[in-house]
């Protein structure tokens, strides 16, 4: 059998789409089996991935796939990848109508039903996490049982997590009944799937923890995960030291908060400490829980890029999406980042419920009075899944009905005012960003 995962990449396309890999490793340590035996063993060439830029058209990546000749095909489906995958799942159908289409990721998994309901292409949506339910997925479309009338491998129904077609209509089936442990799924980079000597890889993430601490509104990172499950640190030592002896550029912490066990992050920048060789790192934390040995470790270790995610300064704002908020902790992570010299984007939100234009202005003071590197303000997502999104009607916010569902108005901020948010965001970018003005403005 014949499996091609596939993503289709932002920008210059040199990042490593972990969740193909993880899927490949899984199905490599894990076989697909049935209720009479195992399947035939899957070999390493008979499970390809393949990546693709934004730039590139629909129909080169169609034919690009159709040309591997697949019988399964798996796409990693994304806000900014979304509306390309679904073209590109229609134009392969085209060019073979028997290969298997199936969907996964935080932008699929949420509008499952919607998407099988309205994309005849899409065979399959995974719902959750995706290691064991593709392997399940593979060993239903293997087994040789024949297929529905719909195309879709007979078995399905017996796979926890997946929504699918029996007879024209759509099915779910109940989710996955507990978590995947984390130390179950391989790691990419020590089984040797990823070669970190291509001169493509310039940015290596790494996964640390699955998960979120947080149930914030606005966002789908916690994937509704009941709780936070974190990868083995004697592996977590081991993904780095082979990582770092390669010196990329810069090393990903993609978890959704690295600080948030602040005791565990510290293990771990000091872990990167001693196996780094001249790489930086890119963390996203919270500054309230900053203090001068976790700052004094992130200069050592060269976090170059630090995103720190504040959205409102507004309390109401904050109650309302579930976001909470120190105001005089974080103005000394901020002080402590600014004594020694790191590099950080502090992030805000536009369009959040109750907040008006007025205070986002008010935030903006108030963050440039701490003398910050750079501010930002992103267009609010009401993306899939969210509760933010479930509650839009609520607080009055409109938002695209397509990726990547920008809001724009609300309740408290009109259509002219998200508006002028977006010339906002241009004069930060030239004036304040660009470090023209900054010694005249502190002097």
Request: hydrophobic share 40%.
């Amino acid at each position: 059998m014949n499996i091609l995962l596939s993503s289709i990449c932002l920008e210059t396309g040199t990042d490593i789409q972990l969740a193909l890999y993880y899927l490949k490793g899984y199905l490599l340590k894990h076989p697909p089996s049935r209720a009479s035996g195992r399947l035939p063993a899957l070999r390493s060439c008979d499970i390809s991935i393949c990546t693709f830029t934004e730039d590139i058209s629909v129909s080169s990546i169609a034919r690009h796939i159709a040309r591997q000749k697949p019988h399964i095909v798996g796409f990693s489906c994304y806000v900014w990848n979304i509306e390309k995958t679904l073209f590109v799942c229609r134009s392969l159908k085209e060019l073979d109508a028997d290969i298997l289409i199936v969907l996964g990721g935080p932008e699929a998994a949420p509008r499952a039903e919607d998407i099988l309901n309205t994309e005849p292409a899409v065979d399959i949506v995974v719902r959750g996490e995706g290691e064991r339910v593709f392997r399940d997925c593979v060993a239903a479309a293997a087994s040789g049982r024949g297929l529905c009338r719909t195309g879709s491998p007979r078995g399905l129904s017996r796979i926890p997590g997946i929504s699918w077609r029996q007879d024209g209509r759509v099915r779910s089936n109940p989710a996955q009944r507990q978590d995947l442990n984390p130390a179950a799924v391989p790691s990419p980079y020590l089984s040797g799937l990823i070669d970190l000597d291509s001169k493509d890889i310039v940015d290596v993430p790494l996964e640390t923890v699955r998960g979120c601490a947080c149930r914030c509104a606005y966002c789908y990172y916690h994937k509704n995960f009941p709780r936070v499950r974190f990868f083995p640190l004697r592996r977590v030592e081991k993904e780095l030291a082979l990582i770092l002896f390669h010196r990329p550029r810069e090393v990903y912490l993609m978890d959704a908060t690295f600080n948030a066990y602040p005791a565990r992050a510290k293990k771990i920048l000091r872990l990167f400490l001693r196996h780094n060789r001249g790489s930086n790192l890119h963390v996203e934390l919270k500054a309230e829980l900053l203090d001068e040995e976790m700052v004094s470790l992130l200069a050592a270790a060269r976090a170059n890029n630090i995103e720190i995610g504040i959205q409102s300064t507004n309390i109401r704002t904050l109650r309302a999406v579930g976001r909470p908020f120190n105001k005089e902790r974080f103005r000394q992570g901020i002080r402590l980042l600014n004594t020694y010299g790191l590099l950080y984007e502090i992030q805000l939100i536009d369009a959040l419920p109750y907040q008006k234009y007025d205070d986002l202005k008010r935030s903006l003071d108030w963050l440039y009075s701490l003398e910050p590197v750079k501010v930002v303000i992103f267009p609010l997502s009401l993306l899939p899944g969210t509760t933010l999104r479930r509650d839009a009607g609520e607080y009055g916010i409109a938002y695209g009905k397509k990726a990547p569902y920008h809001a724009y108005q609300s309740n408290a901020m009109s259509l002219t005012e998200v508006a002028r948010v977006e010339r906002l965001r241009f004069a930060m970018e030239r004036l304040y960003d660009s470090r023209v003005f900054q010694k005249t403005l502190y002097a």
